[in-house]
């Protein structure tokens, strides 16, 4: 049997050591030794972007918060319009330097797309600068509403980080976010500041059978 290769290593701000291995054409990245994506199952990262780009207006500008393996990226490109934009924001530098060297030709190197806008800091900044702004906004930052990274990622999804995402869309403007796990109460939050919610559960891949995770959606109101 192959044995996994360390293609790339990388430590986060808060001190997470993230790697990127390889074995057998596989990519995943890993959080401390914790797998967290993979690119034989990624399934749930394009429904992400599928979920939150439907019916957009010409000129949309929608951001991804949480460059991964670059599949939501790849997937709101896919759906947005040709005069569209879709911000991708990344903290970890060497997240973005695997997405341009080998994981590039998986998501049919979504960095390279012209309508494409690559802002390499926290997206809690940005969204909390963010006023009006976006039509959609996709967030797959450590694991959703319970985070096992960095635990201050988790302000994205108390009161106030939901309250500044909904000032930071448009009015009618719709976010998505991906989750590991299903969070019974974290809807009637949503709808607590100001989102019509709902919840999607979806396949790591395609096909019956497998891992689910969840989407939260909210539309602004």
Known sequence: MKPWITVGEAVSPDGTRLELVEHDGEYVIRADNLPLMSTRMHFSEVELARIACKKLKPGAK?????LGLGYTLRSALDLIPEDGKAVQVELVPEVVEWNRGP???FADHPLDD???ELVQGDVTEVIRNAHNEFDAIMLDV???PSPIV???NGWLYTDPGLQAIRRALKNGGKVAIWSADDEPKF?????RNGFRADRHRVRT???KGGIRHVIFTGRKT
């Not at 809807?187 to 709808?191: H, L, N, S, Y």
């Open 103 to 105: 994981l590039a030709s």
């Open 62 to 66: 929608v951001m991804i918060g949480g």
């Open 187 to 191: 809807p009637g939050r949503m709808r």
């Open 142 to 144: 450590d694991n959703g």
């Open 150 to 152: 960095d635990e201050r």
């Open 205 to 207: 891949h395609k096909g």
């Open 114 to 116: 012209e309508r494409t």
